[in-house]
């Protein structure tokens, strides 16, 4: 079992940075990938980066490349999101989730190999 816990949302003005944090809870976060999803309104959740449970890769969505980072620290038990050079178009609710599979090969955007999510951290980007 793996609870987890988004933060770090708010409003900010485009241009503007933002760090999400995901803190989980349970002994099996440091064998899951994780990834970062979002859902603005009136639209479907996508997928926005993933990590390797290890640290050693990542995955970005094309439209976040080298605006976001993704990282995470497995003895704080926390994955994080940095987002840089914000637009308008971030503005959404940003969840994270634990992949289903323990020290997979591969990280994975597909939402539904993740089984464990949190409940949401509202971004908002002015313009």
């Known amino acids: 079992q793996v609870q987890l816990v988004e933060s770090g949302g708010g409003v900010v003005q485009a241009g503007g940075s933002l760090r999400l944090s995901c803190a989980a809870s349970?002994?099996?976060?440091?064998?899951?990938?994780m990834g970062w999803f979002r859902q603005a309104p009136g639209k479907e959740r996508n997928f926005v980066a993933a990590?390797?449970?290890?640290?050693?890769?990542?995955y970005y969505t094309d439209s976040v490349k080298g605006r976001f980072t993704i990282s995470r620290d497995n003895a704080k038990n926390t994955v994080y999101l940095q987002m840089t050079s914000l637009k308008p178009e971030d503005t959404a609710v940003y969840y994270c989730?634990?992949?289903?599979?323990?020290?997979?090969?591969?990280?994975?955007?597909?939402?539904?190999?993740?089984?464990?999510w949190g409940q949401g951290t509202q971004v908002t980007v002015s313009s």
């Open positions: 349970g002994r099996t976060f440091s064998s899951r990938g």
């Open positions: 989730a634990a992949d289903s599979s323990h020290y997979g090969t591969y990280v994975t955007r597909v939402a539904g190999n993740y089984d464990y």
């Open positions: 990590i390797h449970w290890s640290g050693g890769s990542t």
